[in-house]
């Protein structure tokens, strides 16, 4: 399954706080059960985004506890965009056939 996890920074980080995230960070390496396929940061420097892949949300609960402190933090399912139009059609096809 993939995912996109977007973070931006607590209102109340401060300088410290931003520190001790850096240093948490320094150290942290990705599970093994999760295949990062995109890892960005915002050009406003105030958060960013990840697209992983797993079979085992509980990969992405494990790093959401640990950075969770920091920031808040949102873990998205994604489908790629053809999959969805393909979905999509047979929604609207299935909703026209009723009278």
């Given at each position: 399954?993939?995912?996109?996890?977007?973070w931006?920074?607590?209102?109340?980080?401060?300088?410290?706080?931003?520190?001790?995230?850096?240093?948490?960070?320094?150290?942290?390496?990705?599970?093994?059960?999760l295949?990062?396929?995109?890892?960005?940061?915002?050009?406003?420097?105030?958060?960013?985004?990840?697209?992983?892949?797993?079979?085992?949300?509980?990969?992405?609960?494990?790093?959401?506890?640990?950075?969770?402190?920091?920031?808040?933090?949102?873990?998205?399912?994604?489908?790629?965009?053809?999959?969805?139009?393909?979905?999509?059609?047979e929604?609207?096809?299935?909703m026209?056939?009723?009278?």
């Amino acid at each position: 399954m993939k995912y996109v996890i977007s973070w931006v920074a607590k209102p109340n980080m401060g300088e410290a706080e931003s520190a001790r995230s850096l240093q948490v960070f320094s150290k942290w390496a990705p599970s093994d059960r999760l295949t990062f396929e995109q890892f960005l940061g915002r050009a406003d420097a105030k958060g960013g985004f990840a697209v992983v892949t797993t079979d085992d949300i509980n990969a992405i609960v494990h790093d959401m506890a640990i950075f969770g402190t920091w920031f808040d933090m949102d873990v998205v399912p994604v489908i790629e965009i053809a999959d969805q139009a393909a979905i999509s059609g047979e929604a609207l096809e299935f909703m026209a056939s009723i009278t």
